[in-house]
């Protein structure tokens, strides 16, 4: 990982929690946390996994919602508690203990784009992931509008139309597909090329849904709507919105730097709430192994919180009785 050539002397800013990743699980974090009388600082890159959606869902209250409002409203929420918002990048964690009074207990230190050094007493990554689109022609311009990823987010806006599900695979596919069912019956599956086994026709075939396996060459599209799929030979499959299951990457590769348990590429949670294996160090969000929804997110960062503010007050209270011990 390159970093600056220079940057302050360590430490620079001091906190008793550093949240990197300003979405619903980081904001929900540090308004929890602030209202604990905790010293709080977000680092937000401010490339969310859903910049494209227009509308968020399944959020009670603000079902519908912008989630460019959401997040300004947040900031603002969270600007009555003091606490302090970077519009940054973090590039490097590190985590240790020290005698010199900069760190009590585990201790972390975190450099970002712009040359700070901060460091806090526990640390919660809230970074998320990022979506790998299908690699065809209109999917960009579509995503967001007819194009989505997730049929629980955005399934009840295209009830009853014409779907298709588009996978990483055949299988991958066929399970996106047979889901869709709950929303439409009028399921197309896309094998992009790949040839199916008779028990999965057989399954397709016994719950109505159309397959298609020859290879996809695009979108069909009137801007960010699209009305069909184009195949390899030339044949358009008519569809009113496309949803997809194909890779997905980390938004940030910090908690895997730091030393965190990793599965598919999020932070594998210990029994307590948000612990991370690095002692220490919380996740929240689309960054843990848990389903990813908006309001999961806000959900899982006001645990991360409360179990962080626990794991304070109980080395507050040992430092306490460390000092009177010292004292006698």
Known sequence: MDLPATRPAFPEESYDVVIIG??????????????????????????????????????????????????????????????????????????????????????????????????????????????????????????????????YCDGWEHRDERLVAFGKDAESAIGLGLSLKTWSDQVTVLTNGETATDEQRQKLAANGIDLVEERVLGIVHEGDRMTGVRLQGGTVVPADAMFFNTSQRPASHLPQRLGCVMKDHRAVLAEEKQHTSVPGAFAAGDADDDVQFVIVAAAEGAKAATAINRELQEEDRAAVQADLSLRR
Do not use: W
């Not at 079902?63 to 900031?75: H, Y």
């Not at 230190?109 to 979506?131: E, H, I, N, P, Y």
């Open 22 to 151: 300003g979405g619903p699980a980081g904001q929900s974090a540090a308004l929890i946390l602030a209202r604990a009388r905790r010293h709080v600082v977000v680092v937000d890159a401010g490339q969310p996994r859903n910049a494209a959606a227009r509308q968020f869902h399944g959020y009670l209250g603000r079902d519908g919602d912008d989630p460019k409002a959401l997040l300004r409203d947040g900031r603002q929420e969270l600007a009555k508690y003091g606490v302090a918002i970077f519009d940054d990048r973090v590039i490097d964690v590190e985590c240790g203990e020290t005698t010199g009074g900069q760190f009590t207990g585990t201790g972390f230190r975190a450099m970002t784009a712009s040359g700070r050094t901060l460091t806090g007493r526990k640390l919660l990554f809230a970074t998320g992931v990022k979506d790998e689109l299908p690699d065809l022609p209109g999917v960009e311009e579509c995503y967001g509008a007819s194009i989505h990823h997730c049929p």
